[in-house]
Structure formats: C-alpha cells, structure tokens
C-alpha cells in the first residue's frame, strides 16, 4: 500500500498536469525574450513524473501512466466541447471570450493528443533504452537524453498542429525547446531527490533491471 501511494501521488501530478497544460496554452508568454505556450511549465512537470516512475516502477508503469494521461485529455476534451455547446444562462455576458479561449483550447487538445503520445512514448522508450546501456547507472543522462529529444518532438508536432496559419510557428517551437531544455537540465535534482526520497519510504530497489520490494 505505502508502495502505491506515491505511485498514486506522481500519476495524479502527471494527469493534472497534462489537463491544465492545454488550457494554459492559450496564453503566449514572454521567457527572457523567447516566446512559449504558457502550457509549457505544466507539461515539463509529466516529464519528471514518468521519468521517476520509470527509474523506481519501471516501464509498464510508465507506459501505463503515458495511456492514462491520454484518457485524461480526450475526457478533458470531451467536457470542453460539451460546454461550448451548451447555452449560457441570461445573466452570462462573457459567451464571447469563452468561446474564443476555449475554441481555441479544443484545437490545443488535439495537437496535445498527437505530440503526447509520440513524445512520451518516446520518452519512456529512451529512458529504458539509455538505462539499458549505461547499466543502471548515470540517472542524469538518461533522463536529460530521453527528455531532450521527447521534448524538440513534442515541440515541434504540438505548435506545428496547434498554431499553423495562427502564429509563427517556428520561433514558438525552438522558443518552447529552448525552454523546455532549460527546465529539463533543471529538474535533474528534484528527479534525484524523489527517487532517493521514495525508495527511502517504501523500500523498492533496483536490481538488474527488475524492481524489487524490500519488506
């Protein structure tokens, strides 16, 4: 049980994450000059997620978490199109800016689908790959490998689908990977942190690629 909670905890984390991430994109922000969805500190959050499961439950788990993750967006989508076409009550004046922000949060979704499931599948896939050659060893370079490319992939199917004919595309996708790197160079002592902080509370180890509880 105490095995699962943190488990429970992290995918929480990356479901809700990934949920506000789209509707956050709608909103441009300015990061020291470079122009990104404002999605993009929600979304790197999954990153760190899958990658502390992947090291501690290892790749099913992950994978899982990846599929759930999905489930949650196209039920996110879902509630967003429900609500566009419900009618507003009398007394509801701001119809207008809801429809705009939230049209534009169904397009968001739809390009979320896509580069998620191509760029966090990747990413677990990298990880293991990487955890594969360097034998258990070097969590920060399997995790800034793995995360670099999934995320540069992400970036580009994610703005490319999302704001095509909308917004310059390319400055937003090498502002978002610029950015994204920054944070996922970053985020490396949080990963170290939580992995020693959960193996610590529940007792999983790692042995030769196999996850083993010790009671």
Same mark, same amino acid.
């Given at each position: 049980?105490?095995?699962?909670?943190?488990?429970?905890?992290?995918?929480?984390?990356?479901?809700?994450?990934?949920?506000?991430?789209?509707?956050?994109?709608?909103?441009?922000?300015?990061?020291?000059?470079?122009?990104?969805?404002?999605?993009?500190?929600?979304?790197?959050?999954?990153?760190?997620?899958?990658?502390?499961?992947?090291?501690? %439950?290892?790749? *099913?788990? @992950?994978?899982? +978490?990846?599929? =759930?993750?999905?489930?949650?967006?196209?039920?996110?989508? /879902?509630?967003?199109?429900?609500?566009?076409?419900?009618?507003?009550?009398?007394? %509801?004046?701001? *119809?207008? @800016?809801?429809? +705009?922000?939230? =049209?534009?949060?169904?397009?968001?979704?739809?390009?979320? /689908?896509?580069?998620?499931?191509?760029?966090?599948?990747?990413?677990?896939?990298?990880?293991?790959?990487?955890?594969?050659?360097?034998?258990?060893?070097?969590?920060?370079?399997?995790?800034?490998?793995?995360?670099a490319v999934s995320q540069f992939?992400?970036?580009?199917?994610f703005v490319t689908i999302a704001f095509y004919n909308v917004l310059?595309?390319?400055?937003?996708?090498?502002?978002?990977?610029?950015?994204?790197?920054?944070?996922?160079?970053?985020?490396?002592?949080?990963?170290?942190?939580?992995?020693?902080?959960?193996?610590?509370?529940?007792?999983?180890?790692?042995?030769?690629?196999?996850?083993?509880?010790?009671?």
């Amino acid at each position: 049980m105490r095995n699962e909670k943190y488990l429970i905890i992290l995918v929480s984390i990356f479901a809700g994450s990934i949920a506000i991430a789209s509707v956050l994109a709608n909103k441009i922000i300015n990061i020291f000059g470079l122009f990104v969805p404002a999605g993009i500190l929600a979304y790197s959050a999954t990153f760190i997620a899958t990658d502390v499961i992947s090291e501690i %439950w290892g790749k *099913e788990k @992950a994978n899982v +978490t990846v599929l =759930g993750g999905f489930l949650a967006l196209v039920f996110v989508f /879902l509630l967003v199109r429900i609500s566009l076409l419900l009618p507003e009550a009398p007394f %509801w004046h701001q *119809e207008e @800016a809801f429809q +705009t922000i939230m =049209g534009s949060t169904s397009r968001i979704i739809v390009a979320s /689908l896509i580069a998620y499931l191509v760029s966090q599948f990747h990413d677990v896939w990298a990880f293991h790959f990487w955890k594969k050659i360097t034998k258990d060893r070097h969590l920060w370079l399997r995790n800034n490998l793995s995360t670099a490319v999934s995320q540069f992939v992400d970036s580009f199917l994610f703005v490319t689908i999302a704001f095509y004919n909308v917004l310059p595309v390319w400055p937003l996708i090498l502002g978002q990977w610029i950015v994204k790197l920054t944070i996922a160079l970053s985020d490396t002592p949080i990963i170290y942190f939580l992995v020693w902080l959960i193996r610590r509370k529940t007792g999983i180890i790692m042995e030769k690629n196999k996850n083993i509880t010790s009671n």
